[in-house]
């Protein structure tokens, strides 16, 4: 397959996290060539650029139990511009969270825009415990003995241009009793709060949307 056939798009906004090694391990069997979704300005030119691939493969975060708002303006806007003929696109979510239906709702929006917008749906691959990774090689996930293989075999039917199973990552769920699903919740609990500190913010101050939408109240009617 030629560089240009393939585009492996990254969807986060962070260019060495856990969506950007997926394609770079893609990309080490392929030579699909890797883009950064630019999270500013027009998306007409990443659309053309889209258009002009035989396969994509979209590999991004999971926020708020989907895909991030920049994706999804960019699979809006490219549903607007249309010209799309057949091209085969596959996904990938990854997200901190272990299970798979907190996160299949991002692989559920790219089927869907495939299907209206004459793409082939290929299929995905949602890895949970990504957060952990933190971009660092998939042979350091905590269930590395089953992830490798089973993204592996995901890769490979990428590279042969085959749709891709369900069942590929779904068997990779862990189940976890009540009490380490407590611990894991806890621990990453703590791990944000330790980030949000470390940014200079206060972990209890009220969300910032709650704050806008009191400052907004304020405004319109001042007591
Ligand atoms: C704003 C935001 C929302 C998030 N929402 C979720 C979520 O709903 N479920 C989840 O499992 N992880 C969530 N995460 C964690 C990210 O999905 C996780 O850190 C992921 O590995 C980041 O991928 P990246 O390294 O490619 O950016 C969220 C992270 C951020 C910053």
């Known amino acids: 397959m030629n560089k240009s056939d393939m585009m492996l798009l990254c969807a986060s906004p962070r260019r060495e996290g856990t ?5 770079r ?3 080490s069997v392929t030579d699909g060539e890797l883009v950064y979704l630019p999270q500013r300005g027009f998306l007409d030119e990443m659309v053309q650029t889209m258009k002009q ?15 991030p708002a920049r994706l999804i303006e960019l699979l809006e806007t490219a549903s607007s511009m249309g010209g799309f003929y057949g091209q085969k696109l596959y996904g990938i979510i990854n997200g901190g969270m272990p ?9 559920t929006c ?26 660092s090689p998939l042979e350091k996930h905590m269930n590395h003995k089953t992830v490798v293989p089973a993204f592996d075999q995901f890769i490979r039917h990428i590279v042969e241009g085959t749709p891709s199973p369900e069942y590929l ?11 380490l699903t407590h611990v894991l919740a806890r621990m990453l609990t703590l791990r944000v709060v330790k980030h949000i500190k470390k940014y200079g913010h206060d972990p209890n101050a009220p969300n910032w949307y709650l704050r806008e939408r009191d400052l907004e109240n304020d405004r319109v009617d001042p007591v």
């Open 53 to 67: 691939a035989a396969t994509i493969v979209i590999s991004g975060p999971c926020y708020i139990n989907t895909y």
């Open 110 to 135: 790219l089927q869907l825009f495939a299907e209206q917008n004459h793409l082939l749906w290929q299929g995905g691959f949602v890895l949970g415990g990504g957060a952990m990774l933190d971009g």
């Open 99 to 107: 299970y798979v239906h907190t996160h299949r709702h991002g692989l």
């Open 19 to 23: 969506s950007a090694m997926l394609l």
């Open 25 to 27: 391990r893609i990309s």
């Open 169 to 179: 990552y779904e068997q990779l769920e862990p189940c976890y009793g009540k009490i």
